[in-house]
């Protein structure tokens, strides 16, 4: 009987030995903050980009990696339009676009003359090149000291303007700017992008909506009109090469054969065929539509 007592008291001591050990909590997992954390997160400069990062959902790129970014500091995200208002406000969509697209997964490569396509996290290259000082030029007009800040494993940049997020395609660039889009309307109704331009190093010249309406192509001629008549204009619109506002040569050739000169005016890039009276001039532009391609608005048609 003793032994039988015995026998429970030590298996109740068993379990309740193991019934302590199994409450023992665990610690809990140290979280690892990396360099490029600690900077965005206590940088008061950064203030707004670190929104961006939030808004984006992006917090999971700030690794400790050997990585390129460009970043803005808030009087450059202000200047460019982005105060706290429009970023909170913004979908988390063109968030991740804007970051991606000035976010490299490697180092800056400049090695070819000119602009040399650089491949971003968004999938779409930036063309980065060099002025004259020796600084990076970023689609022909962001720019970045040539000399990055290390930050752990990453390089960081310094822009002094936003540059705005590539798109796969120039048809993505045409349906989603209301500016041009009787321009759209003429390039999809020839198919020239589908047929010619998909391959290729392009710049096209998109005349804003009302430069084809006084040329009289409102959107029921365009819809109407024999297609061989629209082809032309779509033709000229576009010129062999891919140019930024800041790299255009004095001659460039369109898709017909024929010459356009280009000169500066009062500081504004401005076109002109044989068959312009008056000169085309650049509006904006250096919006990058997939590889090779390059799109600028003008408030003219070219006429070689």
Request: with cysteine.
């Amino acid at each position: 009987m003793e032994r039988r007592l015995l026998n429970l008291v030590s298996g109740l001591l068993s379990l309740l030995l193991i019934g302590l050990l199994a409450c023992k909590k665990t610690p809990a997992a140290k979280i690892q903050v990396t360099p490029l954390q600690t900077l965005i997160n206590t940088d008061t400069t950064l203030t707004l980009f670190h929104r961006m990062i939030l808004r984006a959902n992006d917090v999971a790129l700030l690794n400790d990696e050997a990585v390129t970014l460009f970043i803005p500091r808030n009087a450059v995200l202000r200047q460019d339009g982005y105060p706290e208002l429009i970023i909170d406000s913004m979908s988390s969509t063109l968030a991740d676009r804007i970051v991606r697209y000035q976010y490299l997964p490697a180092a800056v490569n400049t090695d070819s003359a000119g602009y040399t396509p650089n491949t971003t996290l968004l999938g779409i290259p930036v063309y980065i090149g060099k002025d004259n000082a020796g600084n990076l030029l970023l689609n022909g007009s962001a720019t970045a000291a040539n000399k990055p800040t290390a930050v752990g494993k990453a390089s960081v940049y310094w822009l002094n303007s936003v540059v705005p997020p590539g798109a796969d395609s120039l048809t993505e660039l045409l349906q989603t700017d209301s500016s041009i889009k009787l321009f759209a309307r003429i390039m999809a109704r020839t198919n020239l992008y589908d047929s010619l331009l998909q391959t290729g190093s392009f710049t096209v010249l998109a005349p804003v909506n009302h430069a084809l309406l006084a040329a009289g192509y409102d959107s029921l001629r365009i819809d109407t009109v024999n297609v061989d008549s629209l082809l032309p204009i779509a033709q000229n619109q576009v010129v062999k090469g891919t140019w930024f506002s800041t790299t255009f040569p004095s001659k460039v050739t369109t898709l017909t054969g024929g010459s356009i000169t280009v000169a500066v005016a009062g500081g504004v890039l401005q076109f002109a065929g044989t068959g312009n009276s008056t000169p085309v001039h650049w509006l904006s532009g250096d919006q990058v539509g997939g590889s090779g391609l390059i799109l600028h608005h003008v408030d003219g048609i070219l006429s070689p």
